[in-house]
């Protein structure tokens, strides 16, 4: 058994929230930052790291534009947070077209459950042979 099986927090989160449905916003956005940042690292990584890159950030426009969002997170936190440029870049990049999409649709939410209907897809395959190649296929 792989060892964040284990882990307390990997455990909860398993449990209580991946998989639940999710219709706030700025949960959503949360969601998005952490996949991001998951990106080559295990996930009990990145829930210990969750409350500091996740939570605390602060997407603001005050004077400027939708398109040039600044982020940032409270002192405290800078040392703790993944601190790859590229994830940092790809989740102000991804603050902007939040806030561009929460204009346009009336809500991040709105925008991302019209893909499934508003609805959870749920698949069952039994065989390996039986998952499409490409989505809706």
């Not at 939570?55 to 534009?65: H, V, W």
């Not at 999409?101 to 709105?110: C, K, L, V």
Request: glycine share 8%; proline share 8%.
């Amino acid at each position: 058994m792989r060892m964040e099986r284990t882990d307390p927090l990997y455990v909860a989160y398993h449990d209580a929230e991946w998989g639940v449905p999710v219709h706030d916003d700025r949960t959503l956005f949360e969601f998005l930052i952490l996949e991001g940042a998951q990106a080559g690292l295990s996930w009990s990584t990145i829930l210990k790291k969750r409350k500091d890159t996740g939570r605390p950030l602060t997407i603001s426009t005050p004077g400027r534009s939708p398109d040039t969002p600044t982020m940032t997170f409270p002192a405290a936190c800078q040392p703790r947070i993944i601190r790859n440029r590229l994830k940092i870049n790809a989740a102000i990049s991804n603050a902007g077209a939040v806030l561009r999409i929460q204009e346009e649709f009336g809500g991040f939410d709105r925008y991302v459950w019209r893909f499934v209907n508003g609805k959870p897809v749920q698949n069952a395959w039994e065989r390996m042979g039986d998952i499409p190649a490409a989505p809706g296929v």
